[in-house]
C-alpha cells in the first residue's frame, strides 16, 4: 500500500496527516451517500 506513493516517507508527523487526509475523505463519502439516500 505505501508503495503508492513511491518516496513517501512514514514520518510521525507524515502518517498523522495520511490519517487525517483519509478521515477527511471518509467523511466525504458518508456526506454524499447520505444525501443521495435523502433525495431517494
Given at each position: 500500500m505505501?508503495?503508492?506513493f513511491?518516496?513517501f516517507?512514514l514520518?510521525?508527523?507524515n502518517?498523522?496527516?495520511?490519517?487525517r487526509?483519509t478521515?477527511?475523505i471518509?467523511?466525504a463519502l458518508?456526506k454524499?451517500?447520505?444525501?443521495?439516500?435523502?433525495?431517494?
Amino acid at each position: 500500500m505505501y508503495q503508492f506513493f513511491g518516496g513517501f516517507t512514514l514520518k510521525p508527523y507524515n502518517l498523522l496527516y495520511f490519517k487525517r487526509l483519509t478521515f477527511g475523505i471518509l467523511i466525504a463519502l458518508l456526506k454524499l451517500t447520505r444525501e443521495e439516500h435523502d433525495y431517494q
